[in-house]
């Protein structure tokens, strides 16, 4: 069974910039959470989507935004980068809470 | 809101030795708590969880956990640290506020593990 694959691993992008990150599933499974991790804040979630629905959003600005597909691909966007956007991307997947989440590998997103 | 704190950022053993990697959790109920370990450039990869069963949970690569209400604690141990074992680990507690649930991480401990 393939595991959560996020695309791309990295990136580099200047300021003020947008970017998009990909995550796709694990097969059967419907929910998808992103979570940012950087060195000063740690871990923290942004956003989880279950059957193409926003059902949760962390603190974060309006800049932030994601969506899922009917196939429960998802992807999230962040628009006008600023440098501490620079971080790794985390997301997650499971049939529905966060009991049986998997990761995915990350993209590693660098702002300059 | 759930909240999660890790004792020591940094945990260095030496090969063999026993590992013990601090968590305590703020939370009037039980959550369903976790331990993750994480490798460099790499995604989070579960250890064990524990989702109100048995209160000492085992995981993998020998790695187990205890919940103590009493102390709100869930500390990760290993009875004898090897070199693979150097990585990132996180606790993390499920929050269901804001309409779903989530994870709540700590801030990681680094463990090192000296030959």
């Known amino acids: 069974k393939a595991g959560v694959t996020q695309t791309p691993r990295y990136l580099i992008k200047t300021r003020g910039q947008q970017v998009t990150l990909s995550c796709s599933p694990i097969?059967?499974?419907?929910?998808v959470s992103w979570y940012q991790q950087t060195p000063g804040q740690g871990l923290q979630f942004l956003f989880e989507?279950?059957?193409?629905?926003?059902?949760n959003k962390g603190n974060f600005p309006g800049r932030f935004s994601g969506r899922q597909f009917s196939n429960s691909r998802s992807e999230m966007n962040v628009s006008t980068l600023e440098l501490g956007d620079s971080a790794l991307y985390l997301c997650?997947?499971?049939?529905?809470?966060?009991?049986?989440?998997?990761f995915g590998q990350g993209t590693r997103l660098t702002v300059v | 809101a759930q909240s999660v704190t890790q004792l020591g950022s940094h945990v260095s053993v030496s090969e063999g030795a026993l590992v013990l990697l601090r968590c305590n959790y703020s939370?009037?109920?039980?959550?369903?708590l976790f331990w993750y370990v994480q490798y460099p450039n790499q995604g989070l990869q579960l250890l064990l969880k524990?989702?109100?069963?048995?209160?000492l949970v085992k995981g993998i690569n020998g790695f187990e956990a205890e919940f103590k209400k009493s102390e709100t604690s869930f500390h990760l141990t290993k009875p004898s640290a090897h070199m693979s074992d150097a990585a990132e680990y996180f606790c993390?507690?499920?929050?269901?506020?804001?309409?779903?649930?989530?994870?709540?991480f700590g801030k990681g401990t680094k463990l090192t593990v000296n030959p």
């Open positions: 993390a507690v499920s929050d269901l506020g804001g309409g779903s649930e989530k994870l709540v």
């Open positions: 989507y279950f059957s193409e629905t926003q059902r």
């Open positions: 524990y989702t109100s069963a048995a209160t």
């Open positions: 997650a997947s499971s049939v529905q809470g966060v009991t049986e989440a998997f």
């Open positions: 939370s009037s109920v039980p959550p369903y």
């Open positions: 097969s059967g499974h419907r929910s």
